[in-house]
Each structure stands twice: as structure tokens, then as C-alpha cells.
């Protein structure tokens, strides 16, 4: 692994990992998934937060395709930079590079700060190598506790 190289599973905490979020739309999950960041203590303001993440997503699609998304907020809230998991109990409709719509959504969240560049990448980097891997995504999608959903990025 390069010096750069980020070992996702480090980054994912169980208690931001929700294993059946049931949300009606994206801005559903989106802010379901806010207030769990803002709860567990990773964001201060989910309004704030929210905001960001919404305007990050009228930038280009965030649906990766395999019925997987991983939208991202810069925010000032962020207190400390992490991914938020959520697997969906049904898939919704999200704009998506094969079409298709999601049952999981990795949320980043990402402090506002100088190093800002530098953890975004390498967390973003970390998730796109693991679910590069056909095998990976397949473990994701059927993963059923928040142990299984961190071990597909070990």
C-alpha cells in the first residue's frame, strides 16, 4: 500500500453505519443520514451540512453505478471527517451512471479545513479501489451487520 494509500475500514465507525435505512428519496436518505452524523458527533449543524452535500450533488452524478452511491458534503459542520453507511430496506431512484438506483449510499463527510483536498481524496480513492473489485460490491450489497460492511473495506 502507498504512503497515500487509506485503509478505508478506519475511517467507518459502526455507530454511523445504518444497516435498514428506509427512505422515501435521496434527500430522504440524505438527511436521515445527517442526523446520524450529527448525532453520533461528526457534524455540528445538519441543516448546514445538508446544504452542502445538496449543492455537491447538482455538480455531476454521485451514483457510480451497482446500485451504489457515494455523495459528498465539504461543510464547515463537519467536525471530523468520516463516511456515513447506509443500506437502503428499498432501492430508490438516484441519478446514476448505469441507470440504475441505489441501495447503498457511502456519505462522506469531510471537514472544510487546508487538508481538506488531501483527506478527500485518499478517502475516495480507498472506497473506488475496493469496490473496483466485482467481489467487493457483491459483499457490500449483501452485507447484513456493520462488521460485514467494514470488512469489505479491509
Not at 504512503?3 to 435498514?20: E, F, G, Q, R, Y
Not at 422515501?24 to 449543524?45: F, I, N, P, T, W
Not at 467481489?135 to 452485507?143: I, K, N, T, Y
Request: hydrophobic letters at 45%; a negative charge; glycine letters at 6%.
Amino acid at each position: 500500500m502507498a504512503a497515500d494509500d487509506m485503509c478505508v475500514a478506519d475511517v467507518l465507525d459502526k455507530n454511523i453505519i445504518d444497516m435498514s435505512l428506509d427512505a422515501s428519496s435521496k434527500q430522504d436518505a440524505l438527511r436521515k443520514m445527517s442526523e446520524l452524523l450529527h448525532e453520533a458527533g461528526y457534524v455540528g449543524d445538519v441543516e448546514e451540512f445538508l446544504a452542502d452535500i445538496l449543492h455537491r450533488e447538482t455538480l455531476g452524478e454521485t451514483g457510480i453505478g451497482n446500485y451504489i452511491a457515494i455523495p459528498h458534503g465539504q461543510s464547515d459542520s463537519v467536525k471530523s471527517s468520516t463516511i456515513c453507511v447506509a443500506k437502503l430496506t428499498h432501492e430508490i431512484e438516484w441519478e446514476t451512471l448505469d441507470g440504475k438506483g441505489v441501495k447503498v449510499i457511502l456519505l462522506f463527510a469531510v471537514q472544510n479545513d487546508a487538508s481538506f483536498a488531501k483527506t478527500h481524496l485518499r478517502m475516495l480513492a480507498g472506497v473506488a479501489r475496493r469496490l473496483a473489485k466485482d467481489e467487493v460490491v457483491r459483499q457490500l450489497l449483501a452485507a447484513e451487520t456493520s462488521d460485514e460492511v467494514i470488512d469489505c473495506f479491509r
